[in-house]
């Protein structure tokens, strides 16, 4: 109504004159009373001014919107991988793919995922992994459960793991059967729902941003999805080029016409018989034996690579249980045992009041995993019972308790201990090395996964690291997709893309452990000059309590592997911060 009041007064007043309030208003709720001047009224309406502010407003945001897009984008495909692996799988012509050898040292993780990659770019690829037994079908069966043998070099093979939608992307660009192949191992793929507990306190997941349901990611051991991985990259009819055999290098082959390169290694088969193979790309993937630091001081290269070191002191234990359709049926996990997603619970500590977490899965063929972790505790005894995890949890300095159910659950397991199986480990400190600051490196040489850095497993980052390095690969060798030799600064380029892909696996660990009393934080550094932004994050955390929105950015960065720091920091979830914070203190 009043806006029909405003439309008369302006266009039935006239410069110099005043308008008859009795004739222009056509509502009583406008009196003479609140307008003694209209054509003061008048005036300001028609003023540019009453158009222009709002029109700049609008502009300003529109502008913003556009630089903050422009800029994620931008930071997104330098730091992530997420659109890299779109261009996985793309197999060169035969005519086309590099002369000779690719020699992959190891055989986990790291060196599959990579053999798999450079299966689309060499004529031959070639693992050489130390453990023999990795060539048997016992590697590679399908009931990885019913697994004989044990990894004798991957102490968390039995261990908690957990892994992310990037990951399942990632090797859906692989194996364009990946799905099936998952099914036929007892994997399921479901929407990645964790239930994170922070101190006790549920958070909401963004279920709204993905569409009503979060991405989905795959619930697998290492050991199943190694064996799964194995079996799918070692398969000869798919991947004919990809030979593993038995061996441990020990050397490079010094090439004597082209000193900026390597020949070749050297390595030793179980017998201790020594072989030689020439080689046109060596890829390190013998995880923190880093191996290749001795090759290469060995054969005349720089092997003085800066190296970032910190320690979080931390350890876990895992505790496996195979649950039977009866205890299954009895198991008060919200949605039932068997419900899609394996996510049953994350707790994670308050680093003020607490060391402690928690984390329950439920993995392949039934297997439940309980994984107790902390930071800086050698002392304290080791878990190995069932009494001990309720123990454990009881423990917890929490801010409100954990729900019933999982305590009930912790009892009910007692009826599957004794064929519980136990696994324990004690981590070593980070590292990063920064292969790309050496400028005396070999031209057809590179180093991934935790050859180059290891973080703290209990963020479950190190196979999405490993497959970043892989894609670091790949996107570097397709760029001379018609060129059939390697160029000379292929080394170089592959480093220097690497080491951004992977700071965000590295930095975020280091932003939680320095929480923590008894981390030992990297040389020149102190832990408190990461209080701030713990802080702020903490208070995002706090708001995902009740606003799904809130954990938008956590996921994307950290789940996906697609965000961007700069998510943290936009202005809407600042001022729901300071809101927040405002709130309370009048409270």
């Given at each position: 109504m009043i806006k029909y009041a405003a439309f008369d007064l302006i266009f039935q007043a006239r410069p110099g004159h005043r308008c008859q309030l009795s004739s222009c208003y056509k509502t009583p709720l406008v009196r003479k009373s609140l307008f003694p001047e209209p054509t003061v009224f008048v005036s300001i309406m028609v003023s540019p001014v009453?158009?222009?502010?709002?029109?700049?407003?609008?502009?300003?945001?529109?502008?913003?919107?556009?630089?903050?897009?422009l800029l994620r984008s931008h930071l997104v495909a330098k730091y992530s991988s997420i659109e890299d692996i779109k261009g996985l799988g793309q197999a060169r012509p035969d005519d086309t793919?590099?002369?000779?050898?690719?020699?992959?040292?190891?055989?986990?993780?790291?060196?599959?995922?990579?053999?798999?990659?450079?299966?689309?770019?060499?004529?031959?690829?070639?693992?050489?992994?130390?453990?023999?037994?990795?060539?048997?079908?016992?590697?590679?069966?399908?009931?990885?459960?019913?697994?004989?043998?044990?990894?004798?070099?991957?102490?968390?093979?039995?261990?908690?793991?957990?892994?992310?939608?990037?990951?399942?992307?990632?090797?859906?660009?692989?194996?364009?059967?990946?799905?099936?192949?998952?099914?036929?191992?007892?994997?399921?793929?479901?929407?990645?729902?964790?239930?994170?507990?922070?101190?006790?306190?549920?958070?909401?997941?963004?279920?709204?941003?993905?569409?009503g349901s979060?991405?989905?990611?795959?619930?697998?051991?290492?050991?199943?999805?190694?064996?799964?991985?194995?079996?799918?990259?070692?398969?000869?009819?798919?991947y004919p080029n990809i030979v593993q055999i038995s061996g441990q290098v020990t050397d490079f082959l010094k090439d004597y016409h082209r000193a900026a390169r390597v020949a070749g290694v050297v390595y030793r088969s179980s017998d201790g018989t020594e072989h030689r193979l020439d080689a046109e790309l060596v890829v390190d993937c013998t995880g923190t034996a880093q191996a290749g630091l001795k090759w290469l001081s060995a054969a005349g290269f720089d092997a003085d690579i800066r190296r970032d070191t910190y320690d979080p002191k931390t350890r876990y234990a895992t505790f496996n249980f195979k649950i039977t359709p009866e205890l299954a049926a009895k198991l008060p996990v919200?949605?039932?045992?068997?419900?899609?997603?394996?996510?049953?619970?994350?707790?994670?500590?308050?680093?003020?009041?607490?060391?402690?977490?928690?984390?329950?899965?439920?993995?392949?063929?039934?297997?439940?995993?309980?994984?107790?972790?902390?930071?800086?505790?050698?002392?304290?005894?080791?878990?190995?019972?069932?009494?001990?995890?309720?123990?454990?949890?009881?423990?917890?300095?929490?801010?409100?308790?954990?729900?019933?159910?999982?305590?009930?659950?912790?009892?009910?397991l007692r009826e599957a201990e004794e064929d519980m199986y136990c696994s324990q480990v004690s981590v070593g400190p980070s590292y990063l090395l920064k292969f790309q600051e050496s400028n005396s490196l070999p031209t057809n040489f590179v180093a991934l996964g935790d050859a180059v850095c290891r973080v703290n497993p209990l963020y479950g980052h190190g196979f999405a690291k490993a497959l970043a390095g892989a894609t670091c690969l790949n996107t570097i060798l397709n760029r001379t997709r018609n060129a059939t030799t390697l160029p000379g600064t292929f080394s170089k380029d592959f480093f220097g893309l690497h080491a951004n892909k992977i700071v965000p696996?590295?930095?975020?660990?280091?932003?939680?452990?320095?929480?923590?009393?008894?981390?030992?934080?990297?040389?020149?550094?102190?832990?408190?000059?990461?209080?701030?932004?713990?802080?702020?994050?903490s208070q995002i955390v706090k708001l995902s309590l009740t606003d799904e929105s809130a954990a938008v950015p956590a996921f994307l960065g950290v789940s996906l592997l697609g965000g961007a720091p700069m998510d943290l920091l936009h202005p809407s979830l600042i001022v729901k911060v300071l809101c927040q914070c405002l709130f309370s203190k009048a409270r």
């Open positions: 009453y158009y222009t502010l709002p029109a700049s407003l609008v502009g300003v945001v529109l502008v913003f919107d556009a630089f903050w897009r793919k590099i002369r000779g050898t690719a020699v992959v040292c190891g055989g986990s993780y790291a060196g599959l995922a990579t053999a798999r990659v450079l299966h689309d770019h060499f004529e031959r690829v070639v693992i050489i992994e130390p453990e023999e037994w990795l060539r048997e079908d016992d590697a590679r069966r399908t009931d990885s459960w019913n697994q004989q043998q044990k990894r004798a070099r991957i102490v968390q093979y039995h261990s908690l793991q957990t892994t992310q939608p990037f990951v399942l992307n990632t090797l859906r660009y692989l194996f364009p059967a990946w799905d099936m192949t998952c099914e036929e191992s007892g994997i399921r793929i479901a929407p990645f729902s964790l239930n994170y507990l922070w101190s006790g306190r549920s958070a909401k997941e963004p279920n709204s941003y993905f569409g979060l991405p989905n990611a795959m619930f697998a051991s290492r050991r199943a999805l190694e064996t799964t991985l194995r079996r799918s990259v070692l398969n000869s009819k798919d919200p949605g039932g045992f068997h419900r899609p997603s394996g996510g049953y619970a994350i707790s994670i500590p308050d680093a003020a009041k607490d060391n402690k977490g928690l984390c329950i899965v439920r993995n392949e063929d039934n297997r439940l995993q309980v994984c107790c972790g902390s930071w800086g505790t050698p002392d304290t005894p080791i878990v190995k019972t069932v009494d001990g995890i309720l123990a454990y949890c009881n423990a917890l300095r929490l801010d409100e308790p954990l729900p019933q159910w999982v305590l009930v659950t912790m009892e009910l696996m590295w930095e975020l660990p280091i932003l939680s452990d320095y929480g923590q009393e008894a981390t030992t934080p990297l040389a020149g550094e102190k832990k408190s000059s990461t209080d701030g932004l713990r802080w702020y994050l």
